[in-house]
């Protein structure tokens, strides 16, 4: 048999602690979360309804096929921004959701935060989407509303801000369509979303799309003129011809663009698979797996079999580098091979293991899933002899020059090389998620607070000086508290360093909503080789 069995004890103290941990990282979660959902705040929100306007992710629900999940994308970007510090979600609400039948990327500006002006976060948030919508070949819908590029930060929006417009043009060349639906003001750079789209939807006496508003206008060339004639949503359905659809009001626009969405007649690559068995144990389990402390072990199985179809997994090498476990499963039907890694280390068995099992996946053509939690490659004088280098760049090499799609989700700890040789966010997995408990780094806290407080003693050694052992406890405590801090995961999903911190009790959902939008390109193993291995 090949069903996984479990030995987790749901009802022993050991997992009430667990579960209670994980419980309280989720709840400082929810809150963070509706940090972005709120926008710029009820005083805005309300101001904005009382235009008769709806809230961006009304709008999205609208837009979407009745009763079908929508993925979010990097809800928390711009979380900890440094000064000046951005609102969390960066003015934009970006996810996967589908559109008359068609799974698409949806781009929504929130005007209830500075008019919906990009900046720096708003920018990489933007391009994420892009890059996913590019890479899994789904189309795009904008829904516009904003003010162009935030004048106080356009230093660091308007040269990398172009590739926004660059990314619609090459979107629409790869055949790849793009629709874009005006709401309100797309002044200057926002223009050009809809003047880039291949589908342009504005809505009537709502719409103001210019490249300079009537005060521009008045201060460059002395000409009077009022936004409708300048940008107005009639004039560019009757007089410019910028839009192909004119809406009487947003629920109609919205329409429209399904409309256009279900005349696209646009199919996936690869067919939806068949239902499939859900896991044998109860999602609900996940919260009380992973131990509070990242420095304890645990069974990567338990994860595996609350995830995969049926619990059923066949484990590839289980004998031999037994602190990763590879194998492969179905995921809602489709098929995966899963690295999953809950011991810690990785030595060398372990990287020859999985540079093995990616060439076997990539000549199946088979999906990856990467469980993180790993401290990285093993050090020290022994491994060092027996090749550890080697084989751990054999593992990033078969990593790095994979063609299947990567899905990665860290649960645990992913410090050092073993974050890359584990598809991190410098190896462009499809999607990378990260659950409340994971942490990642260079390396651990302590070890990297001591690595420089052995420096600093070797420093002063060569130099003949005493060393200060309360400033050595002031400098360790320091670092430990800053690389504990910008290791966690609201830090670095802030950064988008991440696609978004999930419930792990979701993990099958989102992990089946990401294989479904990856089947939308074809899925095709490595036929050019792997570059050369070192053996």
Not at 74 to 99: D, H, I, K, N, R
Not at 133 to 139: E, K, S, V
């Amino acid at each position: 048999m090949t069903v996984l069995a479990s030995a987790l004890d749901a009802g022993g103290a050991e997992y009430a602690a667990r579960r209670a941990a994980m419980l309280d990282k989720l709840a400082a979660v929810a809150a963070e979360h509706a940090k972005a959902v709120a926008g710029g705040g009820e005083k805005y929100a309300t101001r904005h309804r009382a235009r008769g306007k709806l809230l961006p992710r009304e709008r999205i629900e609208l837009l979407l096929d009745p009763d079908t999940p929508f993925l979010e994308l990097s809800p928390l970007a711009a979380w900890g921004s440094e000064a000046p510090a951005y609102a969390v979600g960066a003015a934009l609400v970006t996810g996967v959701g589908v559109v008359a039948g068609v799974e698409c990327v949806i781009v929504a500006n929130d005007p209830t935060v500075r008019g919906g002006a990009s900046n720096p976060w708003t920018l990489k948030k933007a391009l994420r989407a892009h890059e996913i919508a590019r890479t899994n070949r789904l189309p795009v819908i904008s829904l516009v509303e904003s003010g162009g590029a935030d004048l106080p930060s356009q230093k660091e929006v308007f040269i990398p801000g172009g590739a926004l417009f660059r990314d619609l043009t090459r979107l629409s060349a790869a055949g790849i369509p793009t629709v874009a639906v005006v709401f309100g003001n797309a002044t200057a750079g926002g223009a050009y979303v809809p003047g880039m789209s291949d589908h342009t939807i504005m809505v009537k006496e709502r719409a103001k799309v210019f490249l300079g508003g009537p005060p521009l206008v008045k201060m460059a060339t002395g000409e009077e003129s009022d936004d409708e004639s300048l940008g107005g949503a009639e004039m560019h359905a009757r007089t410019s011809g910028l839009a192909d659809h004119f809406a009487v009001d947003e629920p109609d626009a919205l329409h429209r663009a399904r409309r256009v969405v279900a005349r696209l007649n646009w199919t996936k690559a690869h067919p939806d698979p068949p239902p499939a068995q859900p896991p044998r144990y109860p999602a609900d389990e996940l919260l009380g797996i992973v131990p509070d402390d990242l420095k304890t072990p645990f069974d990567p199985r338990e994860v595996i079999a609350r995830i995969v179809d049926g619990s059923d997994f066949d484990e590839f090498k289980p004998l031999y580098g037994t602190s990763l476990t590879t194998g492969w499963a179905r995921l809602h039907g489709y098929p995966v091979g899963v690295l999953a890694n809950a011991q810690g280390v990785l030595f060398s068995a372990e990287a020859q293991k999985a540079a093995h099992f990616i060439q076997l996946a990539n000549q199946r053509d088979t999906p990856l899933i990467f469980l993180h939690h790993t401290t990285g490659y093993m050090v020290g004088k022994e491994y060092e002899q027996g090749g550890i280098i080697k084989h751990g760049a054999m593992m990033i090499n078969a990593v790095a020059n994979s063609t299947v799609p990567h899905l990665s989700v860290l649960i645990g700890a992913s410090y050092g090389a073993g974050h890359y040789g584990m598809c991190g966010r410098a190896f462009d997995p499809r999607f990378l998620f990260a659950w409340p408990s994971a942490k990642s780094a260079v390396m651990g806290p302590q070890q990297l607070a001591g690595v420089l407080s052995l420096v600093a003693r070797a420093a002063a050694a060569a130099k003949g000086r005493p060393y200060e052992e309360e400033g050595d406890a002031a400098l360790r405590a320091a670092v430990e508290q800053q690389i504990e801090a910008e290791s966690l995961p609201l830090f670095l999903s802030g950064r988008l360093y991440d696609d978004g911190v999930i419930d792990p009790r979701d993990t099958r959902t989102v992990l089946g909503l990401c294989l479904s939008a990856v089947h939308g390109a074809p899925v095709e193993g490595a036929s050019g080789g792997f570059g050369v291995f070192r053996m």
